[in-house]
Nanobody
Framework: QVQLVESGGGLVQAGGSLRLSCAASGSIISINSMAWYRQAPGKQRELAATITSDGSTNYADSVKGRFTISRDNAKNTVYLQMNSLKPEDTAVYYC???????????????WGQGTQVTVSS
């Protein structure tokens, strides 16, 4: 099976920075796209940023210019560098990966457990 372990969340003042990490492990042949989603209280989960296997990135308009997604393929890890944080960035952040499982050869979607990011004003 495939496991995702997230880290890096916490409490920060507005204007501050945080770096989230998500490491994938287990029965992985390869990883295709990786992404970060977020869900604020009372709101639907939304896409924050994605990165493809060749390094192409895409961002939600709300985080463009402030957040940077990156990946280390050797470590099966995706990162989200968050700068100039705002109170409206407060949410639970989830990593999402598309992996090929060597147990059956199928591509599968997997979610991390979520990490809380709280930005105080």
């Amino acid at each position: 099976q495939v496991q995702l372990v997230e880290s890096g969340g916490g409490l920060v003042q507005a204007g501050g920075s945080l770096r989230l990490s998500c490491a994938a492990s287990g029965s992985i042949i390869s990883i295709n796209s990786m992404a970060w989603y977020r869900q604020a209280p009372g709101k639907q989960r939304e896409l924050a940023a994605t990165i493809t296997s060749d390094g192409s990135t895409n961002y939600a308009d709300s985080v463009k210019g402030r957040f940077t997604i990156s990946r280390d393929n050797a470590k099966n890890t995706v990162y989200l560098q968050m700068n100039s944080l705002k109170p409206e960035d407060t949410a639970v952040y989830y990593c999402y990966v598309v992996v090929k499982d060597y147990r059956d050869g199928y591509w599968k979607n997997r979610w991390g457990q979520g990490t809380q990011v709280t930005v105080s004003s």
